[in-house]
């Protein structure tokens, strides 16, 4: 859908029309504003994706893994076939 001049005439008179001569600066003002929040939160969570990224690859990978230990009796631990 192309919009050439015509048409895009035919919109800012409608829109200066429901919104009046007043409101409309208002409006752009703000309508500018959220676009540069907006912007400002796009970058930020590209900029955390990218040190969550980097934290990721400068991570060590031969840290010793931490099974954990269990609570259990060794009677109630089920390490395999009992013979």
Do not use: C, W
């Amino acid at each position: 859908m192309n919009l050439g001049a015509p048409e895009l005439l035919i919109v800012l008179v409608i829109i200066l029309l429901v919104f009046g001569g007043t409101r409309l600066p208002k409006l752009a003002r703000s309508l500018g504003q959220a676009q540069k929040e907006f912007k400002t939160g796009l970058s930020a969570s590209e900029e955390a994706a990218a040190e969550r990224e980097r934290a990721a690859i400068d991570a060590p990978t031969d840290a010793p893994i931490d099974r954990g230990t269990t609570d259990r009796p060794p009677e109630d631990r089920r390490d395999g076939p009992r013979s």
